[in-house]
């Protein structure tokens, strides 16, 4: 029987066949000692032990066309970034290292700022000069109006989507006006400090129809990414790597060095000067 990790606690695997349900499985011997771990996101192949308590094993990992190492995840065909508005206020250097993450990894992203009922079209457009001249999707939501969460959920339509943003944004929310199998927990907002509780606490895959499963995962805003350097950087901002060409300097920083096509782009204001001030602040933390 065939089926896809949708979530994995404490040794346990709970498998989503489309035919039966779920199924909860202990991963076999065998893939300890080849040193594989199941991943959620993960198809595989089930052998059934108790149909009416619904257990198994896992007996079979088949071959993963994507495996994250942050989130350790297989299977994805895109990141959803979501980050709010408003309330609390996007904290840009945080989202453009979940960007480099993606960009790293080769997953393609789409950014969602929700809780757009909060602020203006003109707010709503200065955010859209930020990203857009990097060539990311945007989508603005509110969960309390309902504005564009069908046109969101169309378009993660047949894919497998780790959703992944900071507490307080309205991530949870979000992903249960999205679907209805799964109610995921959500939490106040600390009056205090403008931001969320930490209330997804594992990675967790959700059938949204039929191929389309959407993955909660906890917030984390660390890119500690086996081989990033400062030196790779440059190639995880797209809108960089278009101006790179014309730097007079081969392996140029665009920081200091004269003649540097990023920093001429970044004049004419092709390049968002959040997103070239958030590089520099990352570059220099990787020194």
Same mark, same amino acid.
């Given at each position: 029987?065939?089926?896809?990790?949708?979530?994995? *606690?404490?040794?346990?695997?709970?498998?989503?066949?489309?035919?039966?349900?779920?199924?909860?499985?202990? /991963?076999?011997?065998?893939?300890?000692?080849?040193?594989?771990?199941?991943?959620?996101?993960?198809?595989?192949?089930? /052998?059934?032990?108790?149909?009416?308590?619904?257990?198994?094993?896992?007996?079979? *990992?088949?071959?993963?066309?994507?495996?994250?190492?942050?989130?350790?995840? +297989?299977?994805?065909?895109? +990141?959803?970034?979501?980050?709010? /508005?408003?309330?609390?206020?996007?904290?840009?250097?945080?989202?453009?290292?979940?960007?480099?993450?993606?960009?790293?990894?080769?997953?393609?992203?789409?950014?969602?700022?929700?809780?757009?009922?909060?602020?203006?079209?003109?707010?709503?457009?200065?955010? /859209?000069?930020?990203?857009?001249?990097?060539?990311?999707?945007?989508?603005?939501?509110?969960?309390?109006?309902?504005?564009?969460?069908?046109?969101?959920?169309?378009?993660?339509?047949?894919?497998?989507?780790?959703? +992944?943003?900071?507490?307080?944004?309205?991530?949870?929310?979000?992903?249960?006006?999205?679907?209805?199998?799964? %109610?995921?927990?959500?939490?106040?907002?600390?009056?205090?400090?403008?931001?969320?509780? %930490?209330?997804?606490?594992?990675?967790?895959?959700?059938?949204?129809?039929?191929?389309?499963? *959407?993955?909660?995962?906890?917030?984390?805003?660390?890119?500690?990414?086996?081989?990033?350097?400062?030196?790779?950087?440059?190639?995880?901002?797209?809108?960089?790597?278009?101006?790179?060409?014309?730097?007079?300097?081969?392996?140029?920083? %665009?920081?200091?060095?004269?003649?540097?096509?990023?920093?001429?782009?970044?004049?004419?204001?092709? *390049?968002?000067?959040?997103?070239?001030?958030?590089?520099?602040?990352?570059?220099?933390?990787?020194?």
């Amino acid at each position: 029987m065939q089926g896809k990790i949708i979530k994995g *606690i404490s040794g346990f695997y709970y498998v989503y066949v489309a035919e039966t349900g779920i199924y909860e499985c202990k /991963a076999k011997g065998i893939f300890r000692n080849q040193k594989v771990k199941p991943l959620v996101g993960d198809d595989v192949e089930i /052998a059934v032990l108790d149909e009416e308590k619904r257990t198994g094993n896992v007996e079979k *990992i088949f071959p993963r066309k994507t495996e994250l190492i942050r989130p350790a995840v +297989a299977n994805i065909d895109m +990141a959803l970034l979501i980050f709010a /508005a408003a309330k609390p206020e996007p904290n840009f250097n945080l989202l453009d290292r979940f960007l480099c993450m993606m960009e790293y990894q080769n997953v393609p992203v789409m950014i969602c700022f929700n809780k757009c009922d909060l602020v203006t079209e003109e707010k709503r457009r200065q955010l /859209a000069d930020i990203y857009e001249p990097a060539g990311y999707e945007l989508c603005f939501t509110s969960v309390e109006s309902g504005e564009n969460t069908e046109i969101l959920k169309k378009r993660l339509r047949g894919k497998t989507t780790a959703v +992944a943003g900071p507490s307080g944004v309205g991530k949870s929310s979000l992903v249960n006006c999205m679907q209805s199998l799964v %109610h995921m927990q959500t939490g106040e907002i600390s009056e205090k400090i403008s931001r969320g509780r %930490h209330t997804t606490r594992h990675t967790q895959l959700i059938p949204l129809g039929e191929q389309t499963y *959407i993955m909660d995962t906890p917030g984390f805003s660390s890119m500690d990414l086996p081989g990033f350097t400062k030196d790779v950087l440059g190639t995880c901002y797209p809108e960089f790597v278009r101006y790179e060409p014309t730097c007079r300097f081969s392996g140029c920083s %665009h920081i200091e060095e004269p003649d540097c096509g990023v920093k001429k782009a970044l004049e004419e204001g092709n *390049i968002s000067p959040v997103r070239y001030e958030n590089y520099k602040i990352l570059y220099k933390s990787k020194m």
